[in-house]
């Protein structure tokens, strides 16, 4: 089958179209026909070495977490699905190398849901890790209908999901983006929003909010992480997919925090798949490269101005 991937750690130039042969599937897996891949920041930088907590890998790594296709083997023990359905899935797996940027990838059936019809398979390519680390990081926070929620970095790949998703529950945001994305993240349902690199944050948060948010959803890490602590009620929630903070200047605000690293639920994500199939949740795809150049889109995920998301057609 026709792939990217690279045979050492190192820069974009290190992936290359190869020829491998096509994944087996274990016991209680699916195969899928890719036709679309998800781009995420997670994937240059496992190119570059930097792999998460606890995932093994092995060369040569196909990289890619994110799925939409067809539905090509059953694997033994698999009954949810048949042959030719149009599916999608947060592929990640505890060991990395045979990921999403090829022809086939094996994912264990109970990761994967029907994808919805309406939406085009570059579409739902751009969905499941963004949109479930989106919903986990959302109900770590605790809130509901009524609370108030910053979120950091709203138009990202998580960010965009979480306003959207954040706005169906009933729960209030701001959000920071740059200069041309404040309008994107209002139209996603932010109430507010603050320019990051323009606006002051905490006079932008406490000219909506007088007594702080409830919580923070953090999907940028760093100064702003550090600085959304004296913007959260005592009492309140800083969960963050990007960054970390020291729990003891946490600790004395009375301020809990949580570092989410998301995982794959086939039942999570046709959740979201009906959601997204009734247009209440509407990925956004800033572009779509062939899987040749994708290096360019690695490059382009790393230098951190994405409007949504990236998508490889194959
Ligand atoms: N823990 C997990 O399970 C998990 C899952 C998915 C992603 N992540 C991580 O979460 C982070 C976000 O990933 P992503 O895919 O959502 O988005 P991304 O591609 O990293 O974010 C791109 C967006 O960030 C905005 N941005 C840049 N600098 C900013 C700043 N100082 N303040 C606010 N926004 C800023 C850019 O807007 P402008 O161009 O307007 O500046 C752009 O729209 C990454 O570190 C990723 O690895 C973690």
Redo the contacts with the bound molecule.
Sequence with gaps: MKAVSIQAFGGADALTVTDLPRPKTERGELLIRTLAAGV???DW?IREGHLPHGVTHAFPLIPGWDVAGVVEEIGEGCQRFRKGDRVFAYARKPHVQWGTYAEYVAVPERHVAHMPTSLLFEEAAALP??AL?AQQALGRTGLGAGGTLLV??G?????HCVLQLAKLAGIRSIA???A??QEFVLSLGAEASVD?DRDDLAAAVTSRFPEGVDAVLD???GD?LSESVALVKAGGMIVS??GMLDAAAVGSRGVRFER???VPSGEQLAALATLAGRKKLKPHVQKIFALMDAAAAQEE?KA????GKLVVAL
């Design positions: 995420n920041p997670v930088k890790c963004t680390t950091l970095n138009s990202g790949g998580v960010g920071t983006a740059g041309r994305n990051h999907a940028i890490g702003p997919v990007a989410v690293s998301s995920s951190g101005h994405v409007r």
